[in-house]
């Protein structure tokens, strides 16, 4: 008898949900093993050096390329999940599509900003998504196809910004390559370290440079006066491999293509193809391939020939195509003229050919390495192909300029064999040589009439720019002279308002609210115009070479105190001061310029903060120093502004509705300085800012 239709569809349902449970378990405890190895970087890593991304980093391969990031973050696990990458990535000649997960997070001590580099530059897409913090992901396109002006941080890497948190959050980078082949290498940094690595790396490629075209002019120069096209033929090889260089660096994709990114890869293969060229028949003729066997010649021609009807594909939309023919081509050739050359060196003996053999067995060697770890990835150990590439090149270039130079060796020992045939076209050019130099003393004889006029032209432009120095000192000094009697005008009125405000305030009439209201209004307003002319004076004098401080032992809280007071409110809670100190701090300061910097901070503080919100002072002291705290609760300082509020007379764009002369900052931060302290921002948000005076405390 049978078992009933209901019971096996209930047994079929019982065993597909116990497989779904099973399967969702294995992936949590995946997803948790995953979690568990995300890379953790301190605030030590990416100064100095790269940090590689040996952990946190997964792998996971779509041949389809319709995924999209949702697909991934929540369901990448029905494609086969991700898998741990070791290393770089080496997919080798691919259209697939690799999407990367990266599990990053820092110390507390760590900054939250840092750059993820990838390389080499020869990706067609490489997307990072971020999280946006709402369950969403923002997109960063970059990739060989996207414009250098696109690009946040413009470097002929890829780079992309990152911010860090403390806790481990997923990164996902997707990565597809459409001509050469698929490898990336990824890495952290600090901007700093970057900056510094950058101007380094720029600085190289710039000697590369200049070696490149000193030796291709020196070239030419021996082609000229040695008569023999190889010296041209070799010029031309230097400047492919220069060319083929920044190529494959991406410093030709920064410069030149910037505007035309979709053309990046084609530029790469039809340089490639172009340097095969000149290569193949460079090395025929150097190890001269058609007087020692004449079979060796015509298939080094058809090598050349493959390649100009390669670079005529790469020109069209079928270049992805041509790229592993190319590279196949370029290994074969190489590993046939390797072959040859050593049978020239070892059977027939070719000796003069052992130095430029050396020159080229260096490049073959490393570039078939280079080659065979793009295919074969982390199966083939060894460094990395881009590095293999750059040594290799260097190395390359070193002794064919030996085997080169060796060449005009001999050329010379030739020319003096032959000078004893030509002297009597010796004796015909010691006699040009005269009537030159009779021509040239007369031609110096002139020259040195002209420069004597010009050392006097020079003569009287200098003497008219002494005087026009002495206009300018006298000019500053009427406009100091100018500013030191309008602020003398300025002062006196205002002290007598000050003094008769005062008088009001204490007087019978002084007691009823709107008077007090009035006379607090007129005394805070005379402080605001004192300042202003206290700042515009200090700037004056903080200019002249002459300006000395006097440096007395100060009481920093009492300093700080009084000044609190001196602001004029009604209510005592608009400043508070908070002390986090001993009852007394001993500083070496200028009372004057120190009461002014504090001024300034704390007046800042109060423009920018509503009426009804308090102004916060806090002294605290920290190994040696005295730090001021002072924190408004205004509408913050706008990212892009944050590093020019310190510059003379700069205001935000957000500060144009509070009245200022942008000096307040600039001073306070000047008079620190010149205490051997600081001023700086220490934080800001849409609720306010908190600078910082920092001063070294007395010993």
């Not at 349902?13 to 997803?31: H, V």
């Not at 890869?265 to 290569?279: D, I, P």
């Not at 790229?323 to 590993?335: E, F, K, R, Y």
Request: proline share 4%; net charge positive.
């Amino acid at each position: 008898m049978g078992i009933p239709f209901s019971s096996n569809r209930r047994t079929h349902r019982i065993l597909t949900f116990m497989q779904l449970l099973r399967l969702w378990l294995c992936l949590a405890l995946g997803s948790l093993a995953l979690q568990a190895q995300a890379l953790v970087v301190s605030a030590s890593d990416g100064a100095q050096g790269p940090r590689a991304l040996s952990s946190g980093v997964g792998i996971q391969r779509d041949p389809s390329g319709q995924w999209t990031i949702a697909d991934v973050a929540a369901g990448g696990a029905r494609h086969g999940g991700f898998a741990p990458l070791n290393g770089a990535v080496e997919e080798g000649f691919t259209r697939d599509t690799v999407w990367l997960r990266l599990s990053l997070s820092r110390t507390p001590e760590a900054p939250s900003r840092w750059l993820l580099r990838l390389r080499p530059p020869r990706i067609s897409e490489a997307v990072l998504y971020s999280p946006d913090g709402h369950g969403g992901f923002t997109q960063v396109d970059i990739g060989d196809r996207q414009p250098f002006a696109q690009r946040e941080i413009p470097d002929h890497n890829f780079v992309y910004p990152l911010q860090l948190s403390t806790e481990p959050v997923d990164y996902f980078l997707k990565l597809r390559s459409d001509g050469p082949a698929l490898r990336a290498e990824l890495d952290l940094w600090q901007a700093t370290g970057f900056a510094q690595h950058r101007t380094t790396d720029y600085a190289v490629v710039g000697l590369l440079v200049g070696a490149a075209i000193l030796s291709v002019c020196m070239n030419l120069i021996f082609m000229a006066w040695l008569r023999d096209s190889l010296y041209g033929h070799y010029a031309l090889y230097v400047v492919g491999v220069a060319a083929l260089t920044l190529n494959r660096q991406g410093f030709v994709a920064q410069w030149l293509l910037d505007a035309h990114p979709e053309r990046v890869a084609q530029t790469l293969l039809v340089v490639n193809c172009l340097f095969n060229v000149v290569a193949t028949t460079f090395m025929a003729r150097i190890f001269g391939f058609r007087q020692h066997w004449k079979p060796a010649a015509i298939f080094f021609d058809v090598v050349a020939a493959f390649n100009l009807l390669a670079c005529f594909v790469a020109l069209t939309s079928h270049h992805p195509a041509a790229a592993p023919w190319v590279s196949a081509g370029s290994v074969l050739s190489t590993s046939f003229g390797g072959v040859f050359v050593a049978y020239l060196l070892i059977v027939r003996r070719q000796w003069q050919y052992l130095l430029p053999a050396s020159a080229f067995a260096v490049g073959t060697i490393l570039g078939i390495y280079g080659l065979l770890k793009l295919w074969l990835g982390d199966w083939l150990p060894g460094a990395q192909p881009e590095r293999l590439y750059v040594v290799g090149s260097m190395m390359h270039l070193v002794l064919l300029n030996a085997a080169v130079a060796n060449r005009t060796r001999r050329a010379e020992i030739d020319v003096r064999v032959e000078r004893d045939k030509v002297l009597s076209v010796r004796l015909e050019a010691e006699r040009q040589l005269e009537s030159t130099v009779v021509r040239r003393t007369a031609e110096l004889a002139s020259a040195n009439a002209m420069l004597h006029e010009e050392i006097a032209v020079r003569a009287r432009l200098e003497n008219q720019l002494t005087q026009a120095l002495q206009v300018e000192r006298e000019a500053i000094a009427q406009q100091r002279e100018f500013v030191a009697m309008v602020s003398h005008e300025f002062r006196t009125p205002l002290t007598a308002i000050d003094a008769a405000a005062q008088s009001l305030e204490i007087s019978r009439l002084g007691a009823q609210p709107a008077v007090r209201s009035r006379t607090e209004r007129i005394r805070r307003a005379v402080q605001r115009l004192t300042m202003l002319i206290e700042n515009v004076m200090l700037a004056d004098r903080l200019q002249s070479a002459s300006h000395s401080m006097r440096l007395d032992t100060l009481d920093i809280v009492e300093l700080t105190q009084g000044l609190c007071d001196s602001f004029h409110f009604r209510s005592p809670s608009r400043i508070r001061l908070e002390l986090h100190v001993a009852a007394e701090v001993w500083v070496r300061a200028d009372r004057a310029l120190l009461d002014i910097a504090l001024r300034n901070l704390v007046h800042n503080a109060l423009k920018y903060s509503a009426a009804d919100r308090p102004v916060i002072v806090a002294l605290k002291t920290v190994a040696g120093s005295v730090y001021i705290d002072v924190t408004d609760q205004g509408e913050g300082i706008a990212p892009h502004d944050a590093p020019r509020i310190f510059e003379k007379y700069f205001r935000a764009e957000s500060a144009s509705r509070v009245p200022g002369t942008g000096l307040g900052l600039h001073l306070s931060r000047d008079i620190a300085r010149l205490h051997g302290g600081d001023v700086e921002l220490v934080a800001t948000s849409e609720t306010g800012s908190v600078f910082r005076l920092r001063l070294p405390l007395s010993s």
